[in-house]
C-alpha cells in the first residue's frame, strides 16, 4: 500500500513533534518540509533526510502532496488551509483553525468542497483522562452536569512578537490557551446544540479591555452558559503569578458526581484524573503519558485509510464562535 505523502510547512519545535509522531506510525511519507529558517530545517532534515526542501506551500504542493501539516504563525492557518485542501491535500493544522469564526468557516468549507480530510491539533482531547471522563458522561454516570470549571494558566507566555498583535493572533490568552478548554469542555458534553449566553472579562496589564481593543488580553475570565443549563466558567491567562510553570484543569460537576483532569505540580504534560463521589475519589489516569502526538497520529492513521472529509469537522466552526462571543465579536 503506498503510504500518503505529506508536507510539514513549519518546522518548529511543536511542527517537529508532530512530524516525528506522525512518522513514528510508519503509515505516512514525509516529502517536503519548508520554514523560514535555515537551524529548523537542519533539525527536521534528521528525521525525514529524504524529504525535499521547498520555500513555501506553492512548491509544496507542486510537490503531489497528499496532506500538509500546518506549524505556522496564526494568521496563515486559514489562508494556507484552503489553498491546500483546494489543491487536494488534505490539512492537519495547529489551532487556531482561524482567527475568528469567519474564517474557520471558510476552512471547513474548502475541505468540503475538496471531501478531504481536515483536523485540528486539539491536543488534550486525546489524554487518557479526558477520554476517560468523556465515556463517563456520555454514559450519563455523573448525572446532570451543572457546572465545568477551566483553568489554564500559563506563568511565561509566549515568546513570539507576533502573539501580541492582535492582527497576526486573533487574540491573546483565549486564542493561544482557552481555545484548547472550550473545546474539551463542548467535546466531552457532546457539542450541545443552541446558543449559549456569554459574558466575559478581558484584561492587558491589569486593565480591563473595553471591546473591540486592539491590545491582546493577558487575563480573561468567561461565563458560559449552555442551553442545557451547564455553566461553563473559563479562567486563563499568561504571565500570572502562580508560583509554578502552569496551572491546567478541566473539572466536570454532575447531579451524580465529579471528574476531574489536572496538570501534576505545575507541569505542561503531566496530568492526573479522577472521579469523585461525595468525599470520595477514583484516579481514572496518572502520568507518564505520551500524549502530545496523538491528534497527529489519529490524523495521519485516518488519511492513510482514505478517509475523506469528515462532517464532524463543523465543530471547528463551533469552537471558533464560541470564542467570537468570549470576545465580543
Given at each position: 500500500?503506498?503510504?500518503?505523502?505529506?508536507?510539514?510547512?513549519?518546522?518548529?519545535?511543536?511542527?517537529?513533534?508532530?512530524?516525528?509522531?506522525?512518522?513514528?506510525?510508519?503509515?505516512?511519507?514525509?516529502?517536503?518540509?519548508?520554514?523560514?529558517?535555515?537551524?529548523?530545517?537542519?533539525?527536521?532534515?534528521?528525521?525525514?533526510?529524504?524529504?525535499?526542501?521547498?520555500?513555501?506551500?506553492?512548491?509544496?504542493?507542486?510537490?503531489?502532496?497528499?496532506?500538509?501539516?500546518?506549524?505556522?504563525?496564526?494568521a496563515l492557518h486559514?489562508?494556507?488551509?484552503?489553498?491546500?485542501?483546494?489543491?487536494?491535500?488534505?490539512?492537519?493544522?495547529?489551532?487556531?483553525?482561524?482567527?475568528?469564526?469567519?474564517?474557520?468557516?471558510?476552512?471547513?468549507?474548502?475541505?468540503?468542497?475538496?471531501?478531504?480530510?481536515?483536523?485540528?491539533?486539539?491536543?488534550?482531547?486525546?489524554?487518557?483522562?479526558?477520554?476517560?471522563?468523556?465515556?463517563?458522561?456520555?454514559?450519563?454516570?455523573?448525572?446532570?452536569?451543572?457546572?465545568?470549571?477551566?483553568?489554564?494558566?500559563?506563568?511565561?507566555?509566549?515568546?513570539?512578537?507576533?502573539?501580541?498583535?492582535?492582527?497576526?493572533?486573533?487574540?491573546?490568552?483565549?486564542?493561544?490557551?482557552?481555545?484548547?478548554?472550550?473545546?474539551?469542555?463542548?467535546?466531552?458534553?457532546?457539542?450541545?446544540?443552541?446558543?449559549?449566553?456569554?459574558?466575559?472579562?478581558?484584561?492587558?496589564?491589569?486593565?480591563?479591555?473595553?471591546?473591540?481593543?486592539?491590545?491582546?488580553?493577558?487575563?480573561?475570565?468567561?461565563?458560559?452558559?449552555?442551553?442545557?443549563?451547564?455553566?461553563?466558567?473559563?479562567?486563563?491567562?499568561?504571565?500570572?503569578?502562580?508560583?509554578?510553570?502552569?496551572?491546567?484543569?478541566?473539572?466536570?460537576?454532575?447531579?451524580?458526581?465529579?471528574?476531574?483532569?489536572?496538570?501534576?505540580?505545575?507541569?505542561?504534560?503531566?496530568?492526573?484524573?479522577?472521579?469523585?463521589?461525595?468525599?470520595?475519589?477514583?484516579?481514572?489516569?496518572?502520568?507518564?503519558?505520551?500524549?502530545?502526538?496523538?491528534?497527529?497520529?489519529?490524523?495521519?492513521?485516518?488519511?492513510?485509510?482514505?478517509?475523506?472529509?469528515?462532517?464532524?469537522?463543523?465543530?471547528?466552526?463551533?469552537v471558533s464562535r464560541?470564542?467570537?462571543?468570549?470576545?465580543?465579536?
Open positions: 500500500m503506498n503510504r500518503p505523502r505529506i508536507g510539514f510547512l513549519g518546522v518548529g519545535w511543536i511542527g517537529r513533534h508532530r512530524m516525528q509522531v506522525m512518522l513514528e506510525t510508519g503509515l505516512v511519507e514525509a516529502v517536503a518540509i519548508a520554514d523560514p529558517s535555515a537551524d529548523m530545517i537542519a533539525e527536521a532534515a534528521k528525521l525525514a533526510p529524504d524529504a525535499q526542501v521547498v520555500n513555501g506551500l506553492e512548491a509544496m504542493l507542486a510537490a503531489g502532496v497528499d496532506g500538509v501539516v500546518i506549524a505556522t504563525p496564526s486559514a489562508e494556507q488551509s484552503i489553498a491546500a485542501l483546494n489543491a487536494g491535500a488534505a490539512v492537519f493544522c495547529q489551532k487556531p483553525l482561524g482567527r475568528d469564526a469567519a474564517e474557520a468557516a471558510r476552512v471547513v468549507e474548502a475541505a468540503r468542497a475538496a471531501d478531504r480530510l481536515l483536523s485540528v491539533d486539539f491536543s488534550y482531547r486525546f489524554t487518557a483522562g479526558m477520554q476517560a471522563i468523556r465515556a463517563l458522561l456520555a454514559e450519563g454516570a455523573l448525572g446532570h452536569v451543572q457546572a465545568v470549571d477551566l483553568v489554564f494558566h500559563n506563568a511565561y507566555g509566549p515568546d513570539k512578537p507576533w502573539f501580541y498583535d492582535r492582527a497576526q493572533s486573533g487574540g491573546g490568552c483565549v486564542m493561544d490557551l482557552g481555545v484548547h478548554l472550550v473545546d474539551l469542555a463542548l467535546w466531552a458534553l457532546g457539542f450541545p446544540e443552541g446558543d449559549p449566553a456569554v459574558t466575559a472579562q478581558l484584561f492587558a496589564d491589569g486593565r480591563l479591555l473595553p471591546p473591540a481593543a486592539e491590545a491582546v488580553e493577558d487575563f480573561a475570565t468567561a461565563s458560559i452558559v449552555l442551553p442545557t443549563g451547564t455553566v461553563v466558567r473559563l479562567t486563563c491567562s499568561w504571565r500570572l503569578h502562580a508560583g509554578r510553570d502552569a496551572e491546567i484543569s478541566a473539572a466536570f460537576y454532575g447531579t451524580q458526581g465529579g471528574a476531574a483532569l489536572r496538570n501534576v505540580d505545575g507541569s505542561f504534560y503531566d496530568f492526573v484524573a479522577e472521579r469523585y463521589r461525595g468525599t470520595q475519589r477514583e484516579t481514572l489516569s496518572q502520568p507518564p503519558e505520551e500524549w502530545g502526538g496523538r491528534a497527529g497520529a489519529d490524523w495521519a492513521r485516518r488519511l492513510a485509510g482514505g478517509a475523506r472529509f469528515d462532517p464532524a469537522a463543523a465543530q471547528l466552526v463551533t464560541m470564542l467570537d462571543r468570549i470576545y465580543g465579536r
